[in-house]
């Protein structure tokens, strides 16, 4: 068995280990995160749903014996999607979100990716901002894509190079998936 990536501690966090998501934290998981996906679209059964396609991996930090963030990608043909980038409310501001999203990316790259994409609804500032911060630059929008009436707003896409040969941790969360035809995103 390989041992998960070990981070160095996070400011006034603890640490934070970084590993596989296992079956057996996915429903742990997504009842932390109900809270923060209102419209049902975090749930167990939809995130076995996402490690069940090719391609797809997610990663689990782990600050105190706790659940507190999590990241879900996918890598087709030379694409990354981040589909889910997740750091419950106790642990932001503590570096896991950027732990977790960079280790994705490596991952990405090692599998061959040279580009990786994803989306923030435009009434998330600090989202945003930490995509910027990040070097991700915008790409395009979704109009009406979260909430419905009065609460929808559009998702914003955005999208990075990743450096090709860029290192990654042996125990890669994201297994590359061979497409044909038009390129997955």
């Given at each position: ?42 749930c167990a059964a939809a ?62 790259a090692s599998l061959g ?73």
């Amino acid at each position: 068995m390989i041992p998960p990536l070990m981070i160095p501690p996070l400011g006034d966090a603890p640490g934070c280990e970084l590993q596989r998501l296992a079956a057996a934290d996915i429903e742990k998981v997504a009842g932390q995160c109900r809270n923060l996906f209102e419209d049902g679209t975090w749930c167990a059964a939809a995130v076995e749903r996402s490690l069940d396609a090719p391609g797809c991996g997610a990663l689990l930090a782990r600050t105190a014996g706790h659940g507190a963030g999590l990241v879900l990608a996918r890598v087709a043909a030379d694409e990354c999607g981040i589909l889910w980038l997740v750091v419950l409310t106790p642990w932001r501001r503590r570096g896991i979100w950027r732990n977790l999203l960079q280790a994705a990316l490596r991952a990405a790259a090692s599998l061959g990716a040279e580009t990786a994409y994803l989306e923030a609804a435009e009434t998330n500032r600090a989202a945003i901002d930490l995509y910027g911060a990040e070097g991700f630059q915008p790409c395009g929008r979704r109009r009406t894509y979260y909430g419905s009436g009065r609460e929808a707003c559009d998702a914003l896409l955005y999208k990075k190079a990743l450096v090709s040969g860029e290192s990654c941790p042996s125990q890669s969360p994201v297994k590359r998936v061979k497409t044909t035809g038009a390129r997955a995103r």
